[in-house]
Nanobody, 113 residues
Framework: QVQLVESGGGLVQSGGSLRLSCAAS????????MGWYRQVPGKQRNVVAN???????NYASSARGRFTISRDNAKNTVSLQMNSLKPEDTAVYYC???????WGQGTQVTVSS
């Protein structure tokens, strides 16, 4: 059973930065693409960014140019550096492991205007 534990959320002013981290248990991390998703109440969960096993990345249009996803296979971690944050980035952010379809518990990001 894989566990994903996110950290790094919080309250930040518009234009600020946050770095989210996700630590994965188990032995499948390096064999799986990883992603960050976000969800606001009453809306569906949407992908923000993902990173393949080989390190190639993909971003939602809303994140491109402001967010950077990275992974460290030696530490079983995936991170999301978020810069130039906007109030519309406010959401619960979830880490996702594609192999096995595992979700983290989520971490709240709130951006004040």
């Amino acid at each position: 059973q894989v566990q994903l534990v996110e950290s790094g959320g919080g309250l930040v002013q518009s234009g600020g930065s946050l770095r989210l981290s996700c630590a994965a248990s188990g032995n499948d991390f390096s064999r799986s693409a990883m992603g960050w998703y976000r969800q606001v109440p009453g809306k569906q969960r949407n992908v923000v960014a993902n990173i393949e096993r080989d390190g190639s990345t993909n971003y939602a249009s809303s994140a491109r140019g402001r967010f950077t996803i990275s992974r460290d296979n030696a530490k079983n971690t995936v991170s999301l550096q978020m810069n130039s944050l906007k109030p519309e980035d406010t959401a619960v952010y979830y880490c996702y492991m594609y192999r096995g379809a595992y979700w983290g518990q989520g971490t709240q990001v709130t951006v004040s205007s």
